[in-house]
């Protein structure tokens, strides 16, 4: 069994939608799927699948005396494809206790499947983050809106700190270090991984290597959705550079998805877009990851450097082949006169007010920015 969990740093970058969507490209594939709602706070899978009927999820589980398991898994409409709801709507759910952690994980991995994939919450909160860890290869959607960008770089740099947490024993030099970080914010934002790192590996080289060794079974896989241009793509770089600077860990690539106006009709109609329509462009590429996803590409050690370029060099290519489909479907419609000249205007006015918005994020943002670098904050 493969267990992908998908997580993003904020809300809003099209996290559930990827995990619907995979999970029945992988059962068109033949392979036996059960898909999580680990949104345990905000359940909502299920409208993106269109299941109807559902008596209980792992709220009602974990919170039953007895309960057996298999009474939260469903079958869907859908050929291979199991489905586990959340139970948002049972007080307490976002937050839980270690045992109920334990149990829940310890029940989804005595599941008989090809590949179980964890619909988690969005953010950084401890259950959401110990979820991500619990399988090597998780995914981490999110969008080249720089919010977006910026939360995704969070969540990696917080999973790296929860693997300090469960390397560095108490009472041992390197936790001293670590909570010493965290007695003040603004050493712990300013703190440069590489080089606290050299200091452990001096002053605590068993912890040192105990992280490094757990380290080796860190390796998460990037997806840049709602992509609107090639030129968008690139942003991926950007977020990578960062990782390797700051984190010291390189970040693998795994594709890219376009934005696609048809993904909200296909909401609406409560069926995922690779049903509604396969062969959008959108639907492609989310064809494309599951065979990557398929491949076996999976290492006994950790990839080189040209391995990871290669992945990014991939992605921008697909970009630009997805952007060149794009705009033919377009050109196709107008030809066929389903789709008229004054939709295109509406279109084009929409994504202008978008790219207004942003530019007035990125312009707050960047007074941030500014000032923290003048205060001494490292990113």
Known sequence: MQVIPIASGKGGVGKTLVSANLALALGQAGKKVVLVDMDLGGSNLHIVLGTTGIRGGIGSFLNTPGALFNSIIYETDYKNVSFIPGDSDMPGMANLKAAHKKKLLKNLFSLACDYLILDLGAGTNYNTIDFFLAAGQGIIVTTPALTATLNAYIFIKQSIFRIMDTSFRRKTIARFHVDKLREDSTAIQKMYIPKFLEVIKKEDPESHALFMEKMKGFSPLLIMNMVEDPRQAALAGKLRKS????????????????????????????????????????????????????????????????????????????????????????????????????????????????????KKENTLLKSKIVKAANAGYKF
């Not at 106006?261 to 989310?286: D, T």
């Not at 370029?309 to 489909?325: C, G, L, V």
């Not at 000249?341 to 929409?350: G, P, Q």
């Open 243 to 358: 990782c390797r600077e700051y984190l010291g860990f390189d970040l693998e690539h795994l594709g890219v998805i376009y934005r696609d106006e048809l993904q909200a009709i296909a909401l609406n109609s409560r069926l995922p877009i690779i049903m509604y329509k396969p062969q959008s462009v959108l639907s492609q590429a989310i064809y494309r990851i599951v065979d990557k996803l398929q491949a076996d590409y999976r290492h006994e050690t950790r990839p080189d450097e040209d391995y990871f370029n290669e992945t990014y060099a991939s992605a921008e290519t697909e970009a630009q082949e997805d952007f060149s489909s794009k705009i033919q479907s377009m050109q196709e419609l107008l030809q066929s006169g389903t789709l008229e000249s004054s939709d295109i205007v509406d279109l084009i006015k929409t994504q202008q007010m978008e790219i207004n918005e942003l």
